[in-house]
Every structure is written in C-alpha cells, then in structure tokens.
C-alpha cells in the first residue's frame, strides 16, 4: 500500500472524529503517504496530526462549481491511490471516488451507489458500545482490510510547545485563579435549533458557581457574542465574578490550547465537546431534541462522559416523532428539558470531576 485518500469534507466535529481512519491506517501501513481531504476551515484540528502526510485541501470554488469539482477530482487521479476511504459518502464525494482513480474504494452502503465502491459497509442501526455510532461507523470502514490489531477509536489533538506557552500567558492575563479548577461552558450551539434555551443555561451556571469552587469561561464565536452577553448579564453577581468572560481564543489553535488547560466541559452538543473529548477531558453534553444521542454520545461511560437528552427524562414527549418533526418543534421541546432534570443528573458528575 503506497498512497491512500481519506475522505471527509465537513464540519470540525466530523473531520477531527475521522482522523482515526488515518491514525489506524497509518499503524498499519507506517511507509504508505496518508492524504486527507478536508474543507480549508478545519485543518486546524488535524495540525501536528504525524499520521497524516497530505492534506488535500476542498475549496470553496470546487463546492460550488460542477466544472471546478470535475476538474478537482481528475486532477487527484495523478497520485495514483492504492486506496480511498469516503467516509463522507454524499453527491461531491461520489463524483471524486468516481474520477480520481482509486484502485479500491470503500464506503458506507447505499442504495444506487454500491457500483462505485469495491466494499460497501452497512450503517449499524444502534451502537454496540460506549463508543457511539459517531466513532463505529467510521472504525466501520476498516473493516475489509482485515487488520490485526485492535482499532484505536480515540480522535487526539495535537499542541506544540508554544502553543501550551501560549495559553499559559493567556490565563496570567486575565488573572485566572490557580487555585481554582476551571470549567469551560458550551454556551451556544452551531444554530438556534442546538441551543439549550439561554435563560435555562444561565439556571445551570449559577448552580454550578454556587455550589463549587470553580473559574468559568465561556466558549463562543464572536458572532454569538450579543447571545453570551445576554448570559451573563442574567447570572448573579456572584457568579459573574467567577466568571472570566472575555477570555476567547482569537482563533481555532488558540481555543484548543485554552481547552487544554480547562479541567472538564460542560454544555450544547457541538465541535467544542468532540475538540475537549480529544484533549481526554471529562464532559458533559445537553443534546437537541432533534439531535441523535445514540451518534455523538462517544465514549459515554457514565463518569467521565455523561449527556443528557429529553428522551432521558421525558420519553414520551418524542417517542414514534420523525426527525424532521423533531426539528421544526425543537424550540419547543427543548423548553421540556427544565435545569431540574440537569441539575440532577450533572451533579455526580461534577463531584466526581471538580470536588
């Protein structure tokens, strides 16, 4: 095996959880060139990634231009790939394993797209462990290569030393408390519709600083900031002296790096859980209504991964609903899920991980 593609063009979340297929493949085959093909505004997270050796970069011209996209995809027919992995398996991939070459192809079945692959894998209806259908179905696509080791389902995020430097003087800054563990919040989600309602959110903050001995930051885009200002402004007074709210990372790396110094996380489901999920710290995730926990739940033990979903404490509010239902009635619904029910179920967790 000289060269193998990998391919998953999306969001933060999908690309970083993805990165496995790369790291195995790489175990397996330490001397063939791994390239990844990504969207530009997520190479962030695969940066320092050793098992990766060329990223493939889908822009923003070959998204939106049938012309640009064909030219694309014969253009990867000159590196000549012993392999690819489409773990994205949608319109834009199926043009690009059809034109770039490959000698074998796998991928996810589907129907009307089973002749363009040499594997097709199944989608497992339910996860068969603690690990979420997030990670199985993309360990999945190793499948057919029969390897003799057992897989590693962990995304990592790699930090360089002056990055970890970096935020350190960052919380000497802002005069973040040493003494003090510190929390990083989830605030907003990617949409309206992934958003635990604000007023619930700032319930649970208030809990948390009332009860535990802690810093808090928030994690938000400056485009959310009207949002998380309306957070804090409706938390007590003593909470908001716990909280360091202007302490952002100005790009993605720096996030990262701040992540990395924050002891667990807590909040929407979202790229900030997977990104701290891959730097090995504690969670715990507020799903949508809509959302599928049996997906994104990864790595949920109970201890150190903990969710909570409506379909937890009031099952019978969605039970036999259609997705697209779900959706449209998502604001309504989340409206359900009061903070007593999270309160309940995040207070071990907190005990566990901040006393």
Known sequence: MNRILVIQHKMIGDVLIT???????????PNAQIDYLVNDNTIDVLNGNPNIDSLIIFKKNHQNSTYELIKF????RKNKYDLVIDAYSKLQSWIIVLL??????????????????????????NPSSNLGLAIE??????????FDF??????ILFLDRLEIELADKIFEKHRVNSSKKTIMISLLGSEKLKTYPLQYMTEIIDFISDHYHVNILFNYFPKQLEEAKIVFDSCKKST?????????????????AIMNK???????????????????????????????????????????????????????LIVNIAEKEL?????????????????KKITPFLDSHLL
Do not use: M
Not at 327 to 343: A, G
């Open 19 to 29: 990165s496995i297929i790369c790291n195995n493949l790489k175990k397996a085959y």
């Open 73 to 76: 995809a014969l253009g990867l």
């Open 100 to 125: 770039c070459g490959g000698k074998r192809k796998i991928s996810y079945k589907k129907i009307g797209r089973t002749f363009l692959y040499d594997d097709n894998i199944p989608y497992a209806e």
């Open 137 to 146: 179905s993309r360990l999945s696509l190793l499948s057919p290569l029969k």
């Open 150 to 155: 057992e897989l590693d389902p962990n995304p």
């Open 240 to 256: 908001q002296k716990t909280i360091y709210f202007d302490l952002l990372g100005s790009n993605l790396r720096e996030y990262i």
């Open 262 to 316: 924050c002891d667990i996380i807590v909040g929407n489901d979202g790229g900030a859980i997977n990104l701290a999920k891959a730097l090995n710290k504690p969670s715990f995730i507020i799903f949508s209504p809509w959302i599928e926990k049996k997906i994104w739940a990864t790595f949920e033990d109970g201890k150190k991964h903990l969710s909570i979903h409506l379909n937890d404490v009031l099952p019978n």
């Open 327 to 343: 959706k449209e009635n998502s604001l309504q619904l989340y409206k359900k899920l009061e903070p007593k029910f999270i309160i």
